[in-house]
């Protein structure tokens, strides 16, 4: 702990770290070293973890990168750092964040952007670390915590471990609690351990995991030994390549570790079938009708009176002014662009249109994947992102299109529920790290980490 607490005094031009809890980290590391001392040390007792901004931790300030919730500090816990803690975990402080989870660069935070601790070989422009767990990412890559909390709505997990060559998972929709999580867009986020190996992974995401009463959407399932399912042994499974995930435009280098992904895993006795997802190339736009949608649900409760900022009024402002004025304040242009985007959607005349038409294509593209796990495949391998680490300030035009292109290999997993894997396979020309996606069966968590594990 003393350790990391020193690293992350000498990282701040990465900006990973918006809020650090050192006192908090030693009091907690000095319990473990007392339950380790009596024999009695759980499965991360004394580990240095570093806790997503978007997680509600106890007394300790919790904003999810928004000046919304300027001094919010959560009378609670969350139930997933709170079972960390039970676990024995250490809390080295919050992690910076895309504003309540929407981006995919770390650009949109109120405390500013994250740097990847990355470099492309040819030069020193800063990079992004991906988003919207971009300090997560960035401070598990740069050793400043042994592992950290991501939350993944449409890529957040899987997108910044890509661009940092480190581990990410988002578990089955309902295995993580969602409770004192910041909500984004309530049917698609899901919490999951961001890691340097697979074997870590699988450690942290059975803490993480389990029932929890308190989430009307958690999953009364027994959670089993995942680390002890990572025999290595992949010999006899069916992993299908979907053909629809072959974009065009897609650069080589990803085709590349595509197909040698492929070759490791049939070199370590899997079997490899060629799969359809045909509904695939709706995936995106549909994500991008149902998330604002929520978000602009969830979001209407930073109204000034409950959380965090209330703005300046004048004399003679009413409700409705301090309601307007509050939040053009404190909500950014991405987040109000999707509050927005998801009022339109939502409203009386274009309902049918999108909404409701966006929820139908949920259905085909988790039918999709029913089908072909139905014929005996167990997992499905695609690239995690159409490229490398970007440069920071690179996507950042007036198209905000071009950002959500990069979530178009992630979204799927999400509209469908399922879990999703990172891995780091390999790097780009510019010696840049490049990730692969494992996506799972549900609640097959275990099978899926062994399965990534064979790609280490
Ligand atoms: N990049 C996607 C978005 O901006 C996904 C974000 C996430 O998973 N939280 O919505």
């Known amino acids: 702990t003393e350790a990391c607490l020193n690293a992350l005094e000498g990282a701040g031009a990465l900006n990973a770290f918006v809020h650090k809890t050192p006192e908090k980290a030693l009091s907690q590391a000095k319990a473990a070293d007392a339950r380790i001392a009596e024999g009695d040390a759980p499965a991360m007792c004394g580990l240095p973890v570093g806790i997503k901004d978007l997680f509600c931790t106890m007394g300790v300030p919790s904003q999810a990168g928004s000046a919304i919730l300027n001094g919010f500090r959560p009378e609670y816990e969350s139930t997933v750092t709170q079972k960390l803690f039970d676990a024995g975990a250490v809390m080295l402080g919050k992690l910076n964040m895309d504003e309540f989870a929407m981006g995919s660069s770390n650009e949109t935070s109120v405390y500013g952007k994250v740097v990847n601790p990355w470099r492309r070989a040819d030069d020193t422009a800063e990079l992004t670390p991906g988003g919207s767990s971009g300090g997560s990412a960035a401070a598990v890559a740069a050793d400043l915590c042994l592992a950290a909390t991501g939350t993944d709505?449409?890529?957040?997990?899987?997108?910044?471990?890509?661009?940092?060559?480190?581990?990410?998972?988002?578990?089955?929709?309902?295995?993580?609690?969602?409770?004192?999580?910041?909500?984004?867009?309530?049917?698609?986020?899901?919490?999951?351990?961001?890691?340097?190996?697979?074997?870590?992974?699988?450690?942290?995401?059975?803490?993480?995991?389990?029932?929890?009463?308190?989430?009307?959407?958690?999953?009364?399932?027994?959670?089993?030994?995942?680390?002890?399912?990572?025999?290595?042994?992949?010999?006899?499974?069916?992993?299908?390549?979907?053909?629809?995930?072959?974009?065009?435009?897609?650069?080589?280098?990803?085709?590349?570790?595509?197909?040698?992904?492929?070759?490791?895993?049939?070199?370590?006795?899997?079997?490899?079938?060629?799969?359809?997802?045909?509904?695939?190339?709706?995936?995106?736009?549909?994500?991008?009708?149902?998330?604002?949608?929520?978000?602009?649900?969830?979001?209407?409760?930073?109204?000034?009176?409950?959380?965090?900022h209330r703005a300046t009024l004048a004399q003679g402002d009413g409700i409705t002014e301090m309601y307007e004025k509050t939040r053009a304040e404190g909500f950014g242009p991405e987040v109000q662009r999707r509050v927005m985007v998801g009022t339109y959607v939502l409203s009386a005349g274009f309902y049918d249109a999108y909404y409701n038409r966006a929820r139908k294509v949920r259905t085909l593209i988790k039918r999709d994947f029913d089908d072909v796990?139905?014929?005996?495949?167990?997992?499905?391998?695609?690239?995690?992102?159409?490229?490398?680490?970007?440069?920071?300030?690179?996507?950042?035009?007036?198209?905000?299109?071009?950002?959500?292109?990069?979530?178009?290999?992630?979204?799927?997993?999400?509209?469908?529920?399922?879990?999703?894997?990172?891995?780091?396979?390999?790097?780009?020309?510019?010696?840049?790290?490049?990730?692969?996606?494992?996506?799972?069966?549900?609640?097959?968590?275990?099978?899926?980490?062994?399965?990534?594990?064979?790609?280490?």
Request: with cysteine.
């Open 153 to 308: 709505t449409g890529g957040s997990i899987r997108q910044p471990a890509a661009f940092t060559g480190t581990v990410g998972i988002k578990p089955t929709y309902g295995r993580c609690s969602r409770w004192g999580i910041v909500a984004f867009a309530s049917s698609l986020d899901q919490a999951g351990p961001m890691t340097k190996t697979v074997r870590d992974a699988a450690i942290m995401l059975e803490v993480m995991c389990g029932y929890d009463p308190k989430d009307s959407t958690s999953a009364d399932i027994p959670v089993p030994d995942f680390e002890a399912m990572l025999t290595g042994d992949i010999r006899g499974k069916t992993i299908g390549i979907p053909r629809e995930y072959r974009m065009e435009g897609m650069p080589e280098e990803i085709e590349t570790l595509w197909s040698e992904g492929r070759r490791m895993l049939e070199e370590a006795g899997a079997k490899i079938v060629d799969i359809s997802l045909p509904h695939t190339k709706y995936a995106l736009p549909a994500y991008y009708v149902i998330a604002p949608a929520e978000a602009s649900s969830n979001l209407a409760r930073y109204d000034g009176v409950r959380y965090g």
């Open 373 to 456: 796990f139905a014929q005996g495949v167990d997992a499905i391998l695609t690239p995690a992102t159409p490229s490398a680490a970007f440069g920071l300030g690179e996507m950042n035009d007036a198209d905000p299109v071009k950002m959500y292109l990069n979530d178009v290999f992630t979204v799927t997993v999400n509209l469908a529920g399922l879990p999703g894997i990172t891995v780091p396979a390999g790097q780009d020309s510019q010696g840049l790290p490049l990730g692969l996606q494992l996506i799972g069966r549900p609640w097959e968590e275990g099978d899926l980490l062994n399965c990534a594990h064979a790609l280490e």
